[in-house]
């Protein structure tokens, strides 16, 4: 069934919960925890960067104690097809750990740093701070290498490029709350796309298909029904 397809599969914070790093909405989310004024906009950062850096220092911690898991698996698997793009908001390193042939991150990654004073990007350590010298221009201008609410998406050209061309577009884990990934489908379907959503419990979405689940048994199911035919 794989044969040439185009698949576009977009991930969110379901697809690692399982791995212990938490999400962002559910019950005991990140957001009911933390202010997200405070720690993932650009001006929470000018208020107040000790804090936004402690934030994005304890969940780096936490990503580098992770491990992949089964979901992270077999999609790294199915990566290494012809014609499957992997799209995901997360900024953990899972699925490039577990072996995935490249991963577009539209929110960045909790494992690179930024310069906002010269635009520098760098492999994280696992601490940063306030007072950090960037190694390219050496002034202490440096932040995560995520994108903060109010900023824009990183690589939406080429998602935008896969979603059009998609003849399957698969939504992973994900309340599809946030634009502009929440309007991926939308768009992949007006270009004649299938939909499926494989999520905890049905995100609400418009979808061909929904799968209901934890990831890490309905993704492999699934990749190995599409990758098995
Ligand atoms: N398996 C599959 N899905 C799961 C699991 C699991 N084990 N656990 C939770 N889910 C589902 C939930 O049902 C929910 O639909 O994952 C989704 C998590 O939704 P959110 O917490 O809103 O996370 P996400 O959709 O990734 O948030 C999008 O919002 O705050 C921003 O930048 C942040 O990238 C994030 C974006």
């Known amino acids: 069934m794989l044969l040439r397809m185009n698949i576009v599969i977009l991930s969110g914070a379901g697809l690692s919960a399982e791995q212990g ?32 850096h402690d934030f994005y220092n ?66 994280a350590p696992d601490v ?19 994108v903060w609410f109010g900023e824009i998406p990183y690589h939406m050209e080429e998602i935008e490029a896969a979603l059009v061309a998609a003849d399957l577009f698969v939504s992973i884990g994900t309340s599809g709350t946030v634009y502009p990934a929440a309007g991926f489908v939308e768009l992949a379907r007006m270009a004649g796309a299938d939909s499926l959503e494989l999520n905890l419990e049905a995100s609400g ?5 929904v799968r209901e689940g934890p990831a890490s048994r309905i993704v492999p199911a699934w990749v190995a029904q599409i990758d098995g035919e």
Request: hydrophobic content about 40%.
């Open 21 to 52: 790093l938490g999400t962002f909405r559910d019950t005991d989310g990140l957001w009911t925890r933390y202010p997200l004024e405070k720690v993932a906009t650009p001006e929470g950062f000018a208020a107040d960067p000790a804090l936004v």
């Open 58 to 123: 304890a969940r780096r911690a936490n990503m580098r104690a992770a491990a992949p898991g089964p979901a992270h698996e077999a999609l790294a698997r199915l990566s290494r097809r012809e014609g499957v793009t992997l799209v995901t908001q997360n900024v953990d390193d899972l699925l490039e750990r577990a072996g995935a042939a490249r991963v577009i991150h539209m929110h960045g990654e909790l494992s690179r740093a930024l310069c906002h004073a010269c635009g520098a990007r760098w492999d």
């Open 128 to 146: 940063m701070a306030p007072d950090d010298p960037c190694p390219a221009c050496a002034r202490s201008a440096t932040r995560p290498d995520v």
């Open 205 to 209: 979405g418009r979808f061909d298909e």
